[in-house]
């Protein structure tokens, strides 16, 4: 029953009061791809139960290298133990109790993450598990999470705008066709003007043209 219930929800009905079932304590997953995932659980599962949906969800086949984060108090994003803790030891308070007529559940929110980075990326067997790496990478440079010189930043957003736009147009070069913010750290946008921005990341992306999305993100990573 809970596997029902949990495909139910991972296929875009809501969480509410009205639709969770008895017994049941809403999770909301983060995906890589900034979509959510709402999953009804049983109050003393771990969070097997729930990474196990997320990989069937997305038909992950490399699963070991991934898992999932939970914001602590400290505000740190820590990973969680899939195996030998509760996810009420992880939850927000309230989690588990039955919420008062006409309130909300308290809903425990979940980020499916890349675990473990691999030195060699040939070890990379399926595009999907090259595309979830580059989706969390591309998050980390442009967040800064990742840090690297400058110039393999610029170098790492041509690659982006390949991968996430296709080969460009003629007509598309002469327009301002994407925002550099979108692609680059801040500490990059700052130091280097809109418009030289604009020259240096759309030279980029013109010499890319012909490359597939999963040649673009593989050359990223």
């Known amino acids: 029953e809970e596997r029902r219930v949990a495909q139910m929800t991972l296929q875009g009905r809501k969480t509410s009061i009205s639709s969770l079932p008895q017994g049941r304590c809403p999770v909301e997953v983060v995906l890589l791809n900034n979509a959510k995932l709402q999953i009804a659980v049983e109050g003393q599962s771990v969070g097997q139960v729930v990474f196990d949906q997320v990989v069937s969800h997305q038909a992950i086949r490399q699963k070991d290298l ?39 559940p308290v809903i425990f929110t979940l980020n499916f993450r890349v675990r473990y980075f691999l030195e060699d990326m040939n070890q990379l067997r399926y595009a999907q598990t090259i595309h979830l790496y580059y989706l969390q990478l591309r998050r980390q440079m442009k967040t800064g999470k990742m840090c690297c010189p400058e110039s393999v930043a610029i170098q790492l957003a041509g690659f982006s705008l390949q991968a996430e736009i296709g080969s460009l147009s003629a007509e598309m070069a002469r327009q301002k066709y994407f925002l550099p913010e979108n692609f680059l750290p801040a500490r990059v946008v700052h130091n280097l003007t809109n418009e030289a921005l604009h020259q240096k990341l759309t030279a980029l992306h013109i010499s890319h ?9 593989k050359e990223f990573l």
């Open 66 to 104: 991934f898992g999932l984060t939970y914001f602590a108090r400290s505000g740190e994003e820590v990973f969680i133990d899939l195996e030998r803790i509760k996810l009420f030891k992880y939850a927000p308070i309230g989690w588990k109790e039955v919420p008062e007529k006409n309130r909300p």
């Open 209 to 217: 043209a012909g490359m597939t999305r999963h040649e673009s993100e």
